[in-house]
């Protein structure tokens, strides 16, 4: 499967002495080692120090200028920042992101089952704090959906387990200390994710996001927009049920009180959610009407203000009737307050860091997956280690005051980026304008109806309902559309904590059944060339005579030992029977290509030995090609080099066909 031209840069990349020749002009390559080759423990150790010392050399050169500039990223891009050029588009992406996060920040805030000015301190200091060391100058940092529907899920039954009752309107709660100690727990959750948040950073572990596939996100995504619109529906149609963890719960419950329906309710709630896709069709189809985008949610809060406090719909009728709109109730005016010492004694430690932890994957994948769309399509380089630093120190300080998890949302870094924001500075102004509303503001929405959130969350959801991608991924890959299938049903009828953990566990088991199962492939010359491919799909090329070159496409491990083990012995078999009817010349060599290989476990280890033991004792020699540094490193280690003898191990598969040949004529056999 190798070109013999490709020899020389396999072997290049080997740190390890070698005589390197051309095939065609030399024989072949021949891989020298090193008697003084460091032990394991003695190699880690080396490299340990010797990243130490790179890193101290680098810390040792940088003035203290630079260490501020690296502490305080923002420094960077204020030295140089042309006003006259950025200044107002970064002026208007500010206050469009701030006109949207108002309404959906107290609106997502109700979705998690906390008071509605909460929503306002996620999009206030974290959006500050983002603004001064992120790295992404368009994300829009604050409350999003799917970390409120997580919340919502995730902290009612952790309450259910502290044996407090769960509050259903956490603007005016029935229990008061029962709401306290629920808002506690949402903001040790936003410590604990911020915790997370920086230590995936600091440790550069973002690889640890890649457990969960674009089909669980996908899918995952997709389910939850149908449980959080399930779940406002009770708002526009104006009963009183209580929270369930799915949409199915959710429909059922609907139903059995579908009698009790609030016709002023509904009508005004449907008018807001017709309305709100109306603005938003416009803004699509026409550029220059972009800001009913933006302006919508906040448009249609003070429609419901102005109509609810006009007519005076939010008072209860003569006999303490209820109100004909139920308002959003009082929001509590000021600053946040300092919650530094809710941090600690966790309530729950275990319920909450396993919901902290899942609430961190998902907000690290949907952030620096929407970080990475606008700087590439603003043609900026993006750095990933500073996002995730970034966001976990936003996390923290929202921790600090008053603020539940936030990460970057689709929608406003959509309209962010729509309206032309240049740097950083615009979430600046977007946390600024919120400074403004919660000191001043917040009495003006006092009045607001319920129905008015539920039809802003609702058509908030819509974009993330991607069937389109689910069709996308059941033309292209089946075992895709599965997961994408499983979490998508899932969170839709079970819930999104077992939606989210169902997907991520099947997307693992079907990565693990094909590094277990991998395909054994016997390889062929094509006829002419010095290409090797295999005999099953292409027809033409021929088995050579002598040996039998094979190729595992996937690492050779513990897992995938066993199948590999029987479809060599099933090939092995089946040359054998075809040698005996053609009267060809006995099997002398068999050839193992391992580039797909970086690397061995002792499991493998432990089969090559036997592999070689049991060939070796049918006349046959293994050689194995193309090994990796570390491949090279553990072999000589368990003594598998000085059993496998040195001329069988070749750098290159050109090279270990041209040695087994050349072998094969000195014994006198046709090649």
């Excluded at 230590?199 to 596939?213: F, K, P, V």
Aim: aromatic share 8%; proline share 6%; net charge neutral.
């Amino acid at each position: 499967m190798t070109h013999a031209d490709d020899a020389s840069s396999s072997t290049s990349s080997l740190d390890l002495p070698l005589l390197v020749h051309h095939p065609y002009k030399a024989g072949f390559t021949r891989i020298q080692f090193d008697p003084k080759e460091e032990g394991c423990w003695q190699e880690i150790r080396t490299r340990v120090v010797r990243r130490g010392r790179r890193i101290y050399a680098r810390a040792a050169a940088c003035t203290w200028t630079e260490w501020v500039f690296a502490m305080l990223p923002c420094l960077s891009w204020l030295r140089v920042y042309p006003v006259r050029d950025y200044l107002w588009a970064d002026i208007s992406a500010g206050l469009s992101v701030a006109a949207m996060v108002i309404p959906q920040g107290m609106s997502y805030a109700s979705l998690a089952g906390l008071p509605s000015a909460y929503g306002l301190y996620g999009a206030f200091v974290p959006c500050l704090v983002y603004s001064l060391l992120g790295s992404s100058r368009q994300l829009a940092v604050g409350p999003v959906a799917i970390t409120s529907v997580l919340l919502g899920s995730g902290l009612p039954d952790i309450m259910d387990g502290l044996g407090v009752p769960v509050n259903d309107h956490p603007n005016h709660p029935a229990d008061p200390d029962a709401q306290a100690l629920y808002n506690q727990a949402a903001v040790q959750v936003a410590f604990l994710a911020g915790c997370l948040y920086t230590a995936i950073g600091a440790l550069r572990l973002g690889w640890l996001t890649h457990l969960l596939s674009h089909a669980v996100i996908s899918g995952f995504t997709t389910g939850a927009s149908i449980t959080i619109a399930a779940s406002q529906l009770k708002w526009i149609l104006g009963v009183n049920v209580p929270r369930s963890a799915s949409a199915l719960a959710q429909v059922l419950s609907l139903v059995r009180v579908w009698g009790e329906v609030a016709l002023p309710e509904l009508a005004m709630g449907s008018a807001f959610v017709i309305l709100l896709l109306a603005m938003r069709v416009l803004s699509s189809a026409h550029r220059r009407l972009l800001f009913l985008r933006a302006l919508g949610p906040l448009g249609v809060c003070a429609l419901s203000i102005a109509i609810t406090g006009a007519w005076r719909l939010d008072e209860p009728g003569p006999g303490g009737e209820p109100p004909p709109i139920h308002p959003v109730g009082r929001i509590v005016p000021g600053l946040p307050a300092a919650t530094v010492g809710w941090w600690l004694p966790l309530l729950a430690p275990a319920r909450q860091l396993s919901l902290a932890a899942v609430v961190c994957l998902v907000d690290v994948c949907e952030s620096i997956s929407i970080a990475r769309t606008l700087a590439t399509a603003n043609k900026y380089r993006l750095a990933p280690t500073r996002e995730l630093l970034a966001m976990g120190v936003a996390n923290l300080a929202g921790s600090a005051f008053n603020c539940y998890t936030t990460t970057g949302s689709f929608s406003r870094s959509a309209v962010s980026n729509a309206v032309g924001a240049k740097t950083p500075l615009a979430g600046a102004i977007t946390g600024g304008v919120l400074l403004a509303v919660l000191a001043w503001l917040t009495p003006l929405f006092t009045h607001m109806s319920a129905n008015v959130q539920g039809a802003i969350i609702i058509v908030g959801v819509l974009q993330l309902f991607d069937w389109r991608e689910g069709a996308r991924l059941f033309r292209v890959s089946p075992s895709d559309f599965l997961v994408w299938l499983t979490a998508f049903l899932t969170v839709a009828l079970v819930g999104v904590e077992w939606g989210i953990c169902a997907s991520a566990a099947l997307s693992v088991a079907i990565m693990l059944a094909r590094v277990s199962f991998p395909a054994v492939l016997r390889l062929g010359r094509l006829p002419g060339t010095n290409y090797f491919r295999p005999l099953r799909q292409y027809r033409g090329a021929l088995a050579p005579r002598g040996y039998i070159l094979f190729s595992i496409a996937a690492p050779v491990c513990f897992a995938s030992i066993e199948h590999i083990r029987t479809g060599l012995k099933a090939e092995l078999d089946a040359q054998e029977v075809a040698a005996e009817k053609d009267e060809e010349e006995p099997l002398q060599f068999v050839v193992l290509d391992l580039s797909a290989s970086p690397t061995f476990d002792a499991a493998a280890v432990q089969w090559i030995d036997e592999t070689r033991d049991e060939l070796e004792g049918q006349g046959i020699s293994l050689v194995l090609a193309n090994p990796s540094q570390q491949v090279l490193h553990i072999m000589k280690r368990a003594g598998l080099v000085h059993k496998l003898g040195v001329q069988n191990i070749q750098a290159d598969v050109m090279d270990a066909i041209l040695y087994v040949e050349e072998t094969l004529r000195s014994r006198g056999c046709m090649v």
